[in-house]
């Protein structure tokens, strides 16, 4: 045999090998496919079952940070009998920012356009607790503050901590 009849038949099997991978490559591309598809979605689901526990706590946490920024609790939780309005008023601030600092990583798991209405909520009760005590004489007292807040609250036609919860609950359902 000489080496021109041995490189031409070294080049046949190299064509006819190449020739049969790609015809199994191309009967077995779309089982390959559905194969890659199939971990992509199993591994979504890992993920989802992973994150849905945590989005449903950031839910139930931002909830209750709303219920205990909203004026009537805070109120109740940080009046002392005697209580001067600048203590009562740093009071409030203090515990206002306290727990927002406390929930704000929980914006990582809700929609962003519910964390800015929290974050909004947040702000808008600092400036209506500031606004009150503008408003009334330097000599006041805490229960005045208290009562002006609350009169504050109740003149607004809805109340904005209720119609921050039922965004909430309204995110909470778009999960299901």
């Known amino acids: 045999m000489n080496t021109q009849q041995i490189l031409i038949d070294v080049v046949i099997l190299f064509a006819g090998l190449f020739a049969a991978l790609m015809a199994v490559y191309y009967i ?25 526990p945590l989005r449903l ?11 205990r920024i909203n004026p009537a609790n805070l109120l109740v939780r940080l ?4 209580i001067s309005i600048a203590v009562l008023q740093a009071g409030i601030l ?21 964390w800015n209405v929290v974050r909004k909520l947040k702000d808008d009760t600092i400036a209506m607790i500031n606004n009150a005590v503008q408003g009334l004489p330097a000599d006041a007292n805490g229960i005045e503050l208290s009562k002006a ?7 607004i036609n809805e109340n904005p901590y209720d119609l921050t919860i039922e965004l909430i609950k309204k995110d909470i359902h778009r999960l299901f």
Do not use: P
């Open 28 to 52: 077995l591309k779309s089982d390959i496919q559905r194969f890659f598809d199939l971990k992509n979605i199993e591994l979504n689901k890992e993920s989802r079952a992973h994150i849905l």
């Open 57 to 67: 706590q950031a839910h139930e946490r931002l909830i209750i940070f709303i219920d």
């Open 79 to 82: 009046h002392q009998q005697g």
């Open 94 to 114: 203090n515990e206002l920012r306290s727990e927002y600092q406390h929930n704000i990583t929980q914006q990582l798991y809700v929609d962003s356009v519910t």
């Open 149 to 155: 807040i609350l009169q504050h609250m109740a003149s």
